[in-house]
């Protein structure tokens, strides 16, 4: 997803509200809610029974609200232990600001030749090293490490998809192979202890850790394999007591940028996108979000189909998702990728708009071949022209999508045949028994001139008009199953 708004204009905005914000509005400011994650800003040791002991630093989840004023029941995400806090010692944990220069490899140089990396670890210190590209061997790295007022070079061979110095020891990727070195002597002369920075980047595990996005290996579980993703594998697991969905990027290319698109996901939180709880940097990228255990959505309606999911219920996904889309527009961000199969579905049968932020890493031409065409509008497939509105065409095909219960949009047409027709003016027809009214919205969805379609605020009224007419006629079928008028 991008980003339309810079950072800077984030940052005027917020210095504006601050000056305008009147003293008591700042209380309301503060009340935050379950799940919400602070910062500690200064130490506190244990005075009164059933307060919480932390350090300046630590992070902690608010899990009761309920408490009296200025007061919240918490949960130390390190040690586990619950307790009350006063909400003034605590921060609430901030966005990462989106900063090209944050890497997950602050120590890898580039093209540089040896005597420049011998230069650049002056003066010499133990264990001071970096990673730099060979310039006579374009492709291998060498690992630069300064020790004993020397600094020995050790070329990095590449072979089967992994990395060695020794042929002992294989890594994945290069951060995999630094935080081994870092941790273990090995055969090289010393174990790396400080790395020599590159000019102009910063460390993202500083920034991460800083913030308090950095979460802590040790405190989670790894379970079984729930999906494979085209970047890496999705893995459930417990993070302190919490069940999360895990996704984990090996290659540090592919890591690096979604690191950047991973900090977007730090500033949104809505009850209808998929939270991200943190991050863990170990052989790669762990991405950590809540763990949605009825999967995405095309195949939560494939399985269980017509018989068992109610139009009611339907129209509760359709109005979930525009609900986030809705917050996202406000943002001012632009998913590119809104599908079913990226929209996932809660335990309690809320669907929440997933992959926004992490699959549009870049947006070149180059890229054109990958591009959803079913899903994607006409201006955006031909002229790359991606806005709110090229996300509300394909919000329209999710609508579709749903009210087919799952079906593949355009069923058994190519995809050149589908880019023609839809140019030369071509639309779906209605899924079977859709309710007339939403088949209306689809068709705004799908207007030709994207300023004629309706934003997703719009969209929403709309939507909740539909649903109050069908909840009416429906409410028989209140009492069974999934249909019923409660989320079940
Ligand atoms: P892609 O990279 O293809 O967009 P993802 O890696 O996001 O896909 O996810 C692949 C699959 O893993 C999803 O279709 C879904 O079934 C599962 N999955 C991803 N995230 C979660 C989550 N938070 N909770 C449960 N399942 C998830």
Same mark, same amino acid.
């Given at each position: ?66 408490? /009296? ?205 998929? /939270? ?59 998913? /590119? ?127 909740? /008009? ?23």
């Amino acid at each position: 997803m991008k980003t339309t708004t810079d950072c800077e204009t984030d940052r005027h905005l917020d210095c504006a509200q601050h000056r305008i914000i009147h003293p008591s509005l700042l209380m309301a400011k503060m009340s935050w809610a379950a799940g919400t994650q602070c910062v500690a800003k200064g130490d506190h040791r244990k005075s009164k029974p059933g307060e919480l002991v932390y350090h300046k630093g630590d992070i902690l989840t608010i899990i009761d609200t309920s408490m /009296r004023k200025g007061h919240y029941k918490a949960r130390h995400n390190t040690t586990g232990e619950e307790g009350l806090i006063n909400s003034s010692n605590v921060r609430e944990r901030e966005a990462l600001r989106v900063d090209p220069s944050l890497s997950l490899m602050p120590w890898f140089h580039g093209k540089i030749s040896g005597p420049e990396a011998v230069s650049k670890l002056q003066p010499p210190e133990d264990g001071l090293f970096l990673v730099r590209e060979s310039i006579r061997h374009p492709g291998d790295y060498v690992l630069c490490v300064s020790v004993s007022g020397e600094v020995i070079h050790y070329r990095v061979i590449y072979g089967d998809n992994k990395l060695t110095i020794d042929n002992k020891q294989y890594f994945y990727n290069l951060i995999d192979m630094i935080e081994f070195y870092s941790k273990n002597k090995g055969s090289i002369a010393t174990t790396l202890l400080k790395p020599k920075q590159k000019q102009g980047t910063k460390s993202a595990e500083v920034e991460l850790s800083k913030s308090g996005w950095l979460l802590d290996i040790t405190k989670l579980t790894l379970g079984e394999s729930i999906g494979e993703g085209e970047f890496g594998a999705v893995h459930e697991g417990e993070y302190m007591g919490q069940r999360v969905a895990v996704k984990t990027i090996k290659c540090d290319v592919t890591a690096q940028a979604f690191l950047q698109e991973t900090t977007v996901m730090t500033k949104l939180q809505h009850k209808n996108l998929v /939270r991200l709880l943190g991050v863990i940097l170990h052989k790669g990228l762990h991405i950590v979000t809540e763990l949605m255990t009825k999967g995405n959505l095309v195949n939560f309606l494939r399985t269980r189909g017509r018989s068992v999911v109610s139009s009611v219920q339907l129209l509760r996904f359709a109005l979930d998702v525009c609900e986030g889309m809705e917050y996202l527009e406000s943002k001012k961000l632009v998913h /590119r990728d809104l599908a079913a199969r990226n929209i996932l579905v809660s335990d309690d049968n809320v669907a929440k708009v997933s992959d926004f932020g992490l699959t549009k890493v870049d947006s070149k031409v180059s890229d054109k071949a990958k591009l959803p065409v079913k899903w994607t509008a006409p201006e955006a497939l031909n002229k790359e022209k991606f806005s709110t509105k090229s996300d509300v065409w394909s919000y329209g095909i999710l609508l579709w999508e749903i009210f087919s219960y799952g079906r593949q949009p355009y069923p058994k047409m190519s995809l050149k045949e589908v880019k023609d027709r839809v140019d030369g003016g071509y639309r779906m027809e209605a899924p079977e028994d859709c309710p007339p009214g939403v088949y209306s919205l689809m068709r705004l969805c799908w207007e030709e001139e994207p300023r004629k379609r309706p934003g997703f605020h719009k969209l929403r009224e709309k939507l909740e /008009r539909e649903m109050s007419k069908l909840s009416l006629g429906t409410e028989a079928e209140c009492h069974e199953g999934i249909g019923s008028g409660s989320r079940c």
